[in-house]
């Protein structure tokens, strides 16, 4: 089958993640992190290779006319890199975007002032896993009271509107909810609080019934189009298929050995995309056939759909926003195509210019 999506595909990424290292200094439970590490290889990205990678993507960029955008520590947390604002720096060096995710327990207020002395002036995604200190440690393994005093010296120093504050409701009692946005509400920082997703499997309370039963599947599409548009490179230079493969089932290549066009434009790659995005019979053992963000043909129509109607619709006038850097690395606040009400601030990953193909995520019914 044609999938209109596929074909629009580059023949480059415009997103990297790089792992500058495979480590984690927490352990929440909705995170396949605790039962992957002590099986998987781990280890530090060697500097030289992570610069070469920067200069491919750098060029990419000049190129073919676009910012590329950089983050880290795709299962990791990327203020365990003491040299954190080195890389920073040398990704800034070469023009690249960067924004950051993390759980900010190690962002001191020394790392937050060599962080901006890089340059950096990205978005930062912060999780926070709870508001009260007994679900927070239960959730994540960790002390709220640090994480909170580095959040406010971060936002002392930072724009708030570059904040966003991320909480994976993962068995949160009654009322957490509330308190959790009521803390932060008036902090003037971005809100995002997000059911957990079970990672193809990787934990396996979380993957839903319909994934589970799945023998044999027809994808066609992945809601977030990860795999047409960002690079996930392991600290030892493999790419594999997108930021859910944290098992590392679906291994494009080597990134080091090769470099990026090579391996995006490679075998591997190609043949998983038309798993993906082709409508062929797929067995579970395709990473995607347990992935909650997999399309099948109700859910590409429904993609097109929305897609179809976002051109036809007339433009509406932005609203004015003070996001300007957020922006430019691509985050852009989001509303509802169809004027549903927002009830929070929405920041999706979003292509300068490409278009929407995810649900605004508040309503799930389009992207503006
Ligand atoms: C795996 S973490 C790595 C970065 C950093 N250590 C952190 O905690 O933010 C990347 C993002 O995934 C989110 N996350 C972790 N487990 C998740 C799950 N099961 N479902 C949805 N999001 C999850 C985290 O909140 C974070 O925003
Ligand atoms: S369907 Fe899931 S696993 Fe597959 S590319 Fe999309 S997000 Fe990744």
Redesign the pocket.
């Known amino acids: 089958m044609l999938n209109p999506f596929l074909q629009a595909a580059r023949p480059y990424p415009r997103k990297l993640s790089v792992d500058l290292h495979s480590f984690?200094n927490?352990r929440?439970t909705?995170?396949p992190?605790p039962r992957y590490a002590p099986r998987q290889t781990q280890g530090h990205m060697d500097r030289h290779r992570y610069r070469q990678i920067l200069d491919e993507m750098a060029l990419i960029g000049r190129t073919r006319r676009f910012q590329p955008i950089l983050t880290f520590?795709?299962?990791?947390?990327?203020f365990l890199a003491d040299d954190l604002g080195q890389c920073v720096r040398d990704a800034r060096d070469r023009d690249l975007a960067v924004y950051l995710?993390?759980?900010a327990a190690l962002m001191t207020p020394p790392r937050v002032d060599e962080l901006l002395a890089a340059a950096f002036d990205g978005a930062i995604?912060?999780?926070v896993?709870g508001i009260t200190p007994e679900v927070y440690y239960r959730v994540t393994g960790l002390d709220l009271d640090p994480t909170l005093a580095n959040i406010r010296y971060l936002l002392s120093r930072y724009d708030p509107a570059r904040v966003c504050i991320?909480g994976?409701d993962d068995g949160w009692p009654v009322g957490e909810r509330d308190k959790w946005r009521a803390f932060w509400q008036p902090l003037g920082v971005q809100l995002e609080c997000?059911a957990?997703?079970?990672?193809c499997g990787g934990?396996g309370r979380?993957l839903p019934a319909r994934c589970r039963d799945r023998r044999t599947v027809r994808l066609f599409g992945c809601r977030c189009h990860h795999p047409l548009v960002e690079m996930v490179i392991l600290f030892d230079g493999r790419a594999v298929m997108c930021c859910q493969d944290m098992g590392r089932e679906l291994v494009w290549g080597d990134v080091g050995k090769d470099g990026i066009l090579a391996v995006w434009n490679g075998s591997v790659r190609r043949q998983a995309l038309q798993q993906l995005y082709g409508g062929r019979p797929a067995s579970r053992q395709f990473l995607c056939t347990r992935c909650e963000q997999a399309l099948g043909l109700t859910g590409l129509v429904r993609s097109l759909c929305q897609t179809a109607l976002r051109k036809a619709l007339p433009t509406r006038p932005k609203a004015p926003t003070n996001l300007p850097t957020a922006q430019a690395v691509g985050l852009h606040p989001r509303a509802c195509q169809l004027n549903h009400p927002a009830k929070k601030p929405i920041l999706n990953f979003v292509e300068a210019g490409r278009e929407g193909v995810t649900p605004c995520g508040e309503c799930k019914c389009g992207p503006s």
Do not use: K, Q
């Open positions: 984690c927490a929440c909705m995170c992190y520590c795709y299962m990791g947390e990327p995710n993390t759980n995604h912060i999780s896993h991320r994976v997000l957990p997703i079970s990672r934990v979380l």
